[in-house]
């Protein structure tokens, strides 16, 4: 198709703090996750799609299927919708304790 760009799975971005590849950060109103070390304010190819171990508010215990923010202040997922960006859902189920959890991003 002559209008088609992209499938949307990758974008560039280059964002206001350096990111280690595999980390999240917000990019308007979704987040997207660092394919490579990405240095501030460079362009780098950010994953805005698919399923990513992120870390979560370690006292949350989202079921599977639940929906999860970004917390861009302390830079993890959380199951608190107020003043936070939704990320995606709960890919897993994760228990209170736990450092990370498989989030579905921007799904």
């Known amino acids: 198709m002559k209008t088609a760009v992209s499938e949307g ?3 560039d971005h280059a964002p206001a703090a350096a990111r280690a590849a595999g980390a999240a950060t917000l990019i ?3 987040i997207g996750v660092a394919v490579n070390d990405v240095a501030i304010s460079t362009l780098g190819v950010f994953r805005m799609r698919g399923v990513f171990t992120l870390p979560k508010l370690t006292t949350d215990a989202p079921a599977q299927g639940a929906l999860l923010y970004w917390d ?4 993890r997922l959380t199951t608190t919708a107020g003043g936070n960006t939704l990320a995606g859902y709960a890919f897993a189920a994760a228990i209170n304790g736990d450092t ?3 989030c579905a991003i921007n799904a």
């Open 100 to 102: 990370t959890v498989q």
């Open 72 to 75: 861009n202040t302390n830079l």
């Open 28 to 30: 308007g109103l979704r």
């Open 9 to 11: 799975l990758t974008i």
